[in-house]
């Protein structure tokens, strides 16, 4: 089961949240996969979504890219859920660690997640820490850029439909290193155990 371990309640009411747990299991509206430009679900979290939501996520990511092309940061994909409890997978392309300008890049995609599920009305959403797996990002480093990236969003989308969102991460070094630029950030962190 996942958990909350801390959450930031923005001025306009929306939350911030840092959960421990699979990001697979989230009942929220969408979930953000760590995607290739290929949606091709091979590793890491992709895998992961790609298993548990069926043949039906792999399907509609194929039929994405033969319609729309390779995935930008900018330009999340989305499909169904299939058979995961969320609605739709939002599916962001973050950057690979050495190939430049990686900071923007991954802004971008979590920038680009929040903007796609806003246009789909969505009110909830889970996102795991891109790029950090076979990426290679520093976790330290991504989970500033996406702490901040998500708070930049919040407050110049003060009526945003996103109510929730949500940071699924699921092993202990990604959780230890969220929290300690959470807290870097001026964010209070409650009494957790790690």
Not at 74 to 84: I, K, Q
Request: net charge negative; aromatic share 6%; glycine share 10%.
């Amino acid at each position: 089961m996942n958990q909350v371990l801390t959450e930031h309640i923005f001025s306009s009411g929306q939350h911030l949240q840092i959960v421990q747990g699979d990001i697979t299991i989230e009942a929220v509206d969408a979930i953000v996969n760590a995607a290739n430009s290929s949606l091709q679900h091979g590793g890491g979290v992709a895998a992961a979504i790609a298993r548990k939501g069926g043949p039906l996520v792999q399907a509609e990511s194929d039929a994405w890219v033969l319609r729309h092309g390779p995935v930008s940061h900018t330009e999340p994909a989305f499909t169904s859920g299939g058979r995961l409890p969320c609605k739709v997978v939002i599916h962001a392309v973050g950057p690979i660690w050495g190939e430049g300008d990686e900071d923007n890049k991954l802004r971008l995609a979590v920038q680009g997640s929040l903007k796609r599920a806003e246009e789909l009305g969505l009110t909830s959403i889970a996102l795991p820490a891109i790029s950090t797996g076979i990426y290679g990002f520093p976790k330290e480093r991504a989970a500033g850029v996406m702490i901040r990236s998500i708070q930049d969003y919040l407050v110049e989308n003060p009526v945003s439909s996103l109510a929730q969102i949500r940071l699924t991460l699921y092993d202990r070094l990604t959780l230890a290193a969220f929290l300690q630029q959470w807290k870097a950030l001026g964010m209070e962190i409650g009494q957790i155990e790690l």
